[in-house]
């Protein structure tokens, strides 16, 4: 845990240098390197790709399991989704 001694010295250090970013801890870099890769074109291409794969092996999971996948929340209906979008003005 970083200490609130050295979390506001980093970020006077950061003021002092006009940086435009401080990142306390400096793990929190890596996380948001790691953002902006997997927003990425590329990033997506290759989360399909593995995507791809993972989703079949996790519904045959479930269903081997002899789980409901899905059913927990009912489908609507078509006029449920009529009422549900006119009561709901923000999209």
């Known amino acids: ?3 609130v001694e050295d979390c506001s ?3 006077a250090d950061g003021i002092e240098r006009r940086t435009t970013r401080v ?3 400096r793990s929190v870099l890596v996380a948001n390197l ?3 890769v997997t927003a990425s074109p590329v990033g997506l291409r290759l989360m399909r790709r593995q ?3 993972m989703v079949p092996r996790m519904e045959a999971e ?3 399991l002899g789980r409901a996948f899905g059913t927990h929340v009912p489908a ?3 006029s ?3 009422d549900t979008e006119s009561a709901n003005p923000v999209r």
Do not use: D, G, Q
Request: charge should be positive.
């Open 23 to 25: 990142y306390v801890p």
């Open 9 to 11: 010295r980093r970020i």
């Open 1 to 3: 845990m970083t200490s």
């Open 51 to 53: 995507l791809a794969r």
């Open 76 to 78: 609507p209906s078509a």
């Open 62 to 64: 479930v269903e081997r």
């Open 80 to 82: 449920a989704s009529a």
């Open 34 to 36: 790691s953002r902006v």
